[in-house]
């Protein structure tokens, strides 16, 4: 996308228009709706059975189908409201602001699609069955890619803005994840039957277990709308400053959303149906042990994965974007960005170990309380930083409020003992930070070394170098950490 569009004002445009359904799709789908129904579902299937767990199902897919259809339909009639709430800086060029509305429309109806999408994964997650729900997001990198290569000449040719073709991208892609998930849920006998008559509705609604769901997601909907709440404001700050500056943004958080997805997302989805299990069972020192576990494994990925966005940032960037359109003052500006965030990974990462400690409790108010306070912490960075930093300056602020969201979270899991740090830390720190010094000179000599930004025509030796940087890192890590005595598949196997 970078090089087919490089950046400008129908860049920021489009991220704004994506981001719009991306924020209800966090709400409504793997946001406050997963987070109250995988451990109701998953404590059902415990303590019920799975002909209880089937009934849960089908009367939660029909209350959320009747749902989405009124807020999609809502949505594409309020999209220039919308807009003007997530991005009214995009009023500086009128063409932009147009431009995010007519995609807005075109795309809202995406989050319908994502939220079955996520009530699917929840499903098969609680059912052990992982593949399928995190193989579906590549559905939609490669209609994106598709929409760009075969439907931007096809829409340029037509006298349309070749971005618009990014919309249809989006929507296929929604579709063919909904689509691929539907086997897998006949395979283990939980393909939902929605309900379309009010008679269905008023039953779904009459269960129990679906009003629980529907309580808890309340609740946790106050947490993760504080989240929301903070991508909108700082949206709509990046959308006053210089144009470009919410693609900046976009681009960094792609660099980001990589280690938070293989780490902490993941580990995330894997952790919570046993964690709910074992609170169900009543099991507090299996519990705790996964709690551990997960954390030492944030630890020592996402450690090592921060120090190599903090002082590998412009490489990474200058390789993965510079080419086509996209400028060397666009490489600088997304650079900047990314180190912003390289300061809080661990704990964004730490974060989606740590909040499903409390969900599985069915404690959804604690995080919420501690969100709300870490939203008034960024605003107030933001306030003092923006005037100095710019667009950086919101990335920052997002990472210094993710560290103390995580220890915050951390410490109220300690005091109420729900976990117990197991022996073994101290010595285990200490290896972690040996091996990410090693690390950081390393790739210190490596950005220095290499003149990245004159690379950009030389496509094929750029990806070279930077394939054999990361290889000779991950030798230099893991290898420091195997003589230090820590044995990563030992680790993992616990």
């Known amino acids: 996308m970078a090089s087919f569009f490089g950046v400008s004002a129908l860049t920021d445009a489009f991220h704004v228009a994506f981001r719009i359904p991306n924020l209800f799709r966090r709400v409504f789908g793997e946001g406050a709706f997963s987070q ?64 995010a509305v007519v995609m807005t429309r075109w795309m809202f109806p995406y989050i319908g699609f994502m939220s079955l999408v996520a009530l699917a994964g929840g499903i098969l997650n609680t059912w052990r069955k992982f593949a399928v729900p995190a193989a579906s ?54 393909l939902p039957r929605v309900g379309w008559r009010i008679k269905a509705l008023r039953a779904a609604w009459s269960d129990p277990a679906t009003r629980q769901v ?104 200058a390789v993965l974007f510079h080419h086509g359109n996209f400028s060397v003052l666009d ?58 930093l710019q667009h950086a300056a919101l990335t920052l602020s997002i990472s210094i409020g993710a560290v103390v969201n995580a220890l915050w979270l951390l410490a109220g899991l300690i005091r109420r003992g729900s976990y117990k740090p197991e022996p073994g830390w101290g010595i285990f720190l200490l290896r972690v930070v040996a091996a990410t010094t090693l690390l950081a000179s390393f ?8 003149n990245w930004l004159g690379l950009k025509a030389d496509y094929l030796q750029k990806i070279g170098l930077l394939a054999l940087v990361l290889l000779a890192s991950a030798a230099i890590y893991f290898v420091a950490l195997k003589i230090s005595g820590m044995t990563l598949r030992q680790l993992i196997r616990r």
């Not at 009639?77 to 003007?84: G, T, W």
């Not at 921060?306 to 960037?317: D, I, M, Y």
């Not at 790739?443 to 290499?450: D, E, K």
């Open 443 to 450: 790739l210190l000599w490596a950005s220095g070394s290499v």
């Open 137 to 190: 997001p590549v559905l939609l990198n490669v209609a994106l890619i598709l929409s760009m290569v075969v439907g931007g000449p096809l829409f340029k040719r037509w006298g349309i803005e070749p971005i618009y073709a990014q919309c249809v991208g989006v929507m296929v892609g929604g579709v063919l994840q909904l689509a691929l998930q539907l086997p897998a849920l006949r395979s283990v006998g939980m």
């Open 214 to 317: 529907t309580k808890l997601m309340f609740a946790a909907l106050l947490g993760v709308s504080v989240a929301q709440i903070s991508l909108l404001i700082n949206t709509q700050i990046a959308s006053h400053l210089a144009p470009g500056s919410v693609s900046w943004i976009a681009n960094a958080d792609r660099l980001m959303e990589f280690p938070t997805a293989m780490l902490g997302v993941a580990l995330g989805v894997v952790l919570m149906p046993p964690l709910a299990g074992a609170r169900a069972a009543k099991d507090d020192a299996r519990y705790s042990a996964l709690l551990d576990w997960g954390l030492r494994l944030v630890v020592v990925l996402s450690v090592p994965s921060a120090v190599a966005l903090g002082l590998f940032a412009q490489p990474l960037v």
């Open 331 to 388: 490489v600088q500006r997304t650079t900047a960005a990314l180190m912003g965030y390289g300061v809080g990974l661990v704990g964004i990462v730490a974060i989606k170990v740590l909040a499903p400690g409390y969900y599985a409790q069915q404690d959804m108010r604690t995080p919420m309380w501690i969100a709300i306070a870490v939203l008034v912490l960024t605003q107030v960075l933001n306030f003092f930083l923006v005037p100095v």
């Open 36 to 99: 109250a129904f995988v451990p109701v579902l998953a404590a059902c299937k415990t303590e019920h059975g799975s002909q209880a767990a089937k009934q849960l199902v089908d009367h939660v897919a029909t209350l959320l189908t009747w749902t989405l259809v009124v807020i999609c339909t809502l949505g594409v009639v309020a999209a220039p409201l919308m807009v003007l709430g997530m991005a009214s800086g995009l009023k500086q060029t009128p063409q932009g602001f147009d431009a």
